[in-house]
């Protein structure tokens, strides 16, 4: 399994858990306040902000808190100020994770993350240090027991026709990547067609990935649960490999 394609799944899993709802919600209307922010309350001329959301309507949360976010974002509402940036470092078996986070209080965050590191076989790395690894892809998933009858050939027709990158066979799904500009045209050639989709967004993927197994993978995962739960942790990036 490639790093990206099973963290994301188990993220995937992990956002449908009832107890988790809260801070995904709040994690979603601080991501639609900042993109509102930093490109304009209007989703159409913003595509930051018409991902941001797609996924909060994925995640169910209600319309009038979607423009309450929106318009904290440009300054019709009051709002707390979040700052968005990077954090970075290595986990146990050395694999590389980059964190976005957006925190009111840069000192504390920076501090609370970096014992997380320490505390659990990790080291916090400076600014670039791992950020290299990954780029920036739009990363579509399809599972194929939601689609009978779909095969490969079809697929790839479709995708790449729509401006795709890239289609993976990865047993019980497909993943389509593409560069971040042509996520929305592929996203929408996926939809017109009828063919359901699990993970549409535009993410970090790595370009390399570190094989980890047994006892150490634990850890990883350990890691990578806390950061997820972490309130300021937006997203999560690690360029792990399972093994068997």
Do not use: C
Not at 31 to 38: D, G, H, Q, T
Not at 177 to 189: G, L, M, R, S, Y
Not at 212 to 232: N, R, T
Request: net charge negative; hydrophobic share 40%.
């Amino acid at each position: 399994m490639a790093g990206h394609s099973k963290w994301a799944n188990i993220k995937h899993r992990k956002e449908k858990m009832d107890s988790l709802r809260g801070k995904i919600f709040t994690k979603l209307a601080r991501e639609i306040m900042v993109a509102a922010r930093l490109g304009g309350g209007d989703p159409e001329a913003n595509p930051r902000l018409k991902a941001a959301i797609a996924r909060a309507r994925e995640a169910n949360i209600p319309n009038e808190n979607i423009q309450r976010a929106i318009m904290k974002g440009t300054g019709e509402l009051a709002a707390e100020s979040y700052e968005e940036v990077f954090y970075e470092g290595y986990g146990p078996g050395g694999v590389a994770i980059l964190l976005k986070i957006m925190t009111d209080n840069r000192n504390r965050t920076a501090g609370e993350i970096r014992h997380l590191f320490s505390k659990h076989g990790g080291s916090m790395g400076e600014a670039g240090s791992v950020q290299w690894i990954f780029e920036e892809k739009g990363y579509i998933t399809i599972p194929k027991e939601d689609n009978p009858g779909i095969n490969e050939e079809e697929i790839l027709l479709l995708v790449l026709d729509a401006g795709a990158e890239d289609l993976k066979d990865e047993g019980d799904q497909f993943e389509v990547i593409t560069e971040p500009e042509a996520f929305e045209k592929v996203k929408d050639a996926l939809n017109n067609a009828n063919i359901k989709t699990s993970i549409a967004e535009i993410t970090m993927l790595p370009k390399t990935t570190v094989p980890v197994s047994g006892e150490e993978a634990q850890k990883l995962l350990k890691l990578l649960d806390l950061f997820e739960e972490h309130d300021d942790v937006q997203e999560v990036y690690a360029n792990f490999e399972l093994v068997d």
